[in-house]
């Protein structure tokens, strides 16, 4: 079998959709969340200068609502830890996953500004 036969999301948002079918996935990152949050606060109070720009890569990001939940959660660990950290930090997000894989859904579930 080919990659793309065994790796592969369901495109869209119908109810056999990734997008429909990740709660288990959301589960695991309110499990992981107070890791992340750790990870986010030594690396930042670690470091003595400010910070200017970061980089957030999710390398297997597929095309769900979990996505941007997961970029959220690690920015609000970023805006929490305010004491070590500056408010004006630039922030680089990369999604990466199968080229087949949907993106559109994601970017459609951000919110129109006016």
């Given amino acids: 079998m080919e990659v793309l036969q065994i790796l ?3 495109k869209g948002n119908d109810e056999t959709s990734y997008a429909q079918n990740s709660k288990v996935q ?8 107070p ?4 990870a986010v606060q030594k690396m930042l109070c ?13 390398l297997g990001c597929s095309s769900g609502p979990n996505t941007l939940l997961l970029i ?3 920015i609000d660990a970023i805006h929490a830890t305010s004491s070590c950290s500056t408010s ?3 922030f680089r997000v ?3 996953d199968l080229f087949s894989n949907d993106f559109n859904t994601i970017f459609m579930s951000l919110p129109t500004t006016n």
Wanted: proline share 3%.
């Fill in 72 to 74: 959220s959660e690690i």
């Fill in 26 to 33: 959301r589960k695991i990152l309110s499990v992981v969340k």
């Fill in 46 to 58: 670690s470091n003595i200068a400010p910070i200017g720009s970061m980089g957030i890569a999710d």
């Fill in 8 to 10: 592969h999301m369901n």
């Fill in 94 to 96: 990369f999604l990466n």
């Fill in 35 to 38: 890791i992340i949050d750790e």
């Fill in 88 to 90: 004006s930090t630039e």
